[in-house]
């Protein structure tokens, strides 16, 4: 090819590149997702009102690479009458697919468990009026290492 075409070729190449970028850029959709988003999906909580009462929310934190991984949720929905735990990924974990797990166990009843390599969000919802509850929250680091996460003890009971 002559150079005069190789050339042209290549501004009319970085020419529809620069066009085309920030078109890109615009269209991505956010990787970040909220436990607002969380409660209301069908893939977490599955609760269409969106209302919800905070019982507790603790960090998940990868001690070896000095990070923060994700935050497990222990949520109330007094119009559904049941209990949702979502293990929410942050921070650099957010949008990167691992192990990730959200468990909810009700006294006297099923265990409800959501695992899988997700890269924003587990979430385990289930009934759970007049019974004890504990949860479990688990993600895997995403730089090597093991699995990090936390267990109660029953705790709730009404």
Same mark, same amino acid.
């Given at each position: 090819? %002559?150079?005069?075409?190789?050339?042209? $070729?290549?501004?009319?190449? $970085? +020419? $529809?590149?620069?066009?085309?970028? %920030?078109?890109?850029?615009?269209? =991505?959709?956010?990787?970040?997702?909220?436990?607002?988003?969380?409660?209301?999906?069908?893939?977490?909580?599955?609760?269409?009102?969106?209302?919800?009462?905070?019982?507790?929310?603790?960090?998940?934190?990868?001690?070896?690479?000095?990070? %923060?991984?994700?935050?497990?949720?222990? $949520?109330?929905?007094?119009?559904?009458?049941?209990?949702?735990?979502?293990?929410?990924?942050?921070?650099? +974990?957010?949008?990167? +697919?691992?192990?990730?797990?959200?468990?909810?166990?009700?006294?006297?009843? =099923?265990?409800?468990?959501?695992?899988?390599?997700?890269?924003?969000?587990?979430?385990? +919802?289930?009934?759970?009026?007049?019974?004890?509850?504990?949860?479990?929250? =688990?993600?895997?680091?995403?730089?090597?290492?093991?699995? /990090?996460?936390?267990?109660?003890?029953?705790? /709730?009971?009404?």
């Amino acid at each position: 090819m %002559p150079p005069t075409y190789r050339r042209i $070729l290549l501004r009319i190449g $970085l +020419a $529809l590149g620069l066009v085309l970028a %920030p078109i890109s850029f615009a269209a =991505s959709p956010a990787s970040a997702h909220t436990i607002g988003e969380a409660v209301v999906s069908e893939q977490g909580c599955g609760w269409p009102n969106g209302r919800y009462t905070t019982l507790t929310r603790e960090d998940l934190w990868d001690d070896r690479n000095n990070m %923060p991984l994700g935050e497990v949720w222990a $949520l109330w929905n007094g119009t559904y009458q049941e209990n949702c735990v979502v293990t929410l990924r942050v921070g650099r +974990a957010d949008g990167v +697919a691992s192990y990730t797990e959200a468990v909810l166990e009700r006294q006297g009843g =099923s265990t409800i468990r959501d695992e899988g390599n997700y890269a924003h969000y587990a979430a385990a +919802a289930g009934y759970a009026a007049g019974t004890c509850i504990r949860w479990t929250g =688990s993600i895997k680091a995403i730089y090597g290492g093991g699995i /990090y996460g936390t267990t109660t003890q029953w705790r /709730y009971c009404s």
